[in-house]
């Protein structure tokens, strides 16, 4: 299986740490939106997209890049995302996300969501919050994720037996 993560992380490195686990399980290169060669995505399996969240939303970077992908038949995507809060009801980012990568053309699983450190304004008044995270029981969830996906996809490429 050819996998890759395309990764925005830019404020404390939360979400480059949970893509690194995801990466090291799937056998697959954390890159930037900056640094994908949209041909060699399109030989590709399985493609994570995952940025920290910034008021309720991706990155714009990581956003822009998945706009600018052209429609097609890719495979199979799944989407991640570190966050201080839980994501709402009322605004559910993932969805989203997971909804334009189905208009390119992608497949899309379930979605890893996980808290992280969180400066982002009023929190930043306070310290942050969620410091720590994503720590130890964070990141085993998203290496259970990466397995589980890794074992989902291991299936689909597999013949039927005769």
């Known amino acids: 299986m050819k996998a890759v993560i395309v990764c925005t992380s830019v404020s404390h490195g939360n979400t480059k740490r949970v893509a690194d686990v995801m990466g090291r399980v799937l056998g697959a290169p954390v890159v930037d939106p900056d640094e994908v060669d949209t041909a060699e995505l399109a030989e590709c399996d399985l493609v994570g997209f995952g940025s920290g969240i910034f008021t309720m939303d991706f990155?714009?970077?990581?956003?822009?890049?998945?706009?600018?992908?052209?429609?097609?038949?890719?495979?199979?995507?799944?989407?991640?995302?570190?966050?201080?809060?839980?994501?709402?009801?009322f605004r559910p980012y993932t969805r989203r996300l997971g909804r334009l990568l189905e208009r390119k053309g992608f497949e899309v699983t379930e979605p890893f969501l996980c808290r992280g450190f969180d400066t982002y304004l009023p929190f930043r008044?306070?310290?942050?919050?969620?410091?720590?995270?994503?720590?130890?029981?964070?990141?085993?969830?998203?290496?259970?994720?990466?397995?589980?996906?890794?074992?989902?996809?291991?299936?689909?490429?597999?013949?039927?037996?005769?």
Do not use: Q, Y
């Open 59 to 89: 990155h714009s970077r990581l956003r822009h890049f998945v706009e600018s992908l052209p429609d097609g038949e890719w495979r199979a995507a799944f989407v991640f995302a570190t966050s201080g809060l839980p994501e709402p009801r």
């Open 125 to 162: 008044l306070v310290g942050g919050i969620r410091k720590g995270r994503p720590g130890p029981s964070e990141l085993d969830a998203a290496r259970a994720f990466a397995e589980r996906l890794s074992t989902r996809m291991e299936h689909r490429s597999c013949p039927p037996s005769a």
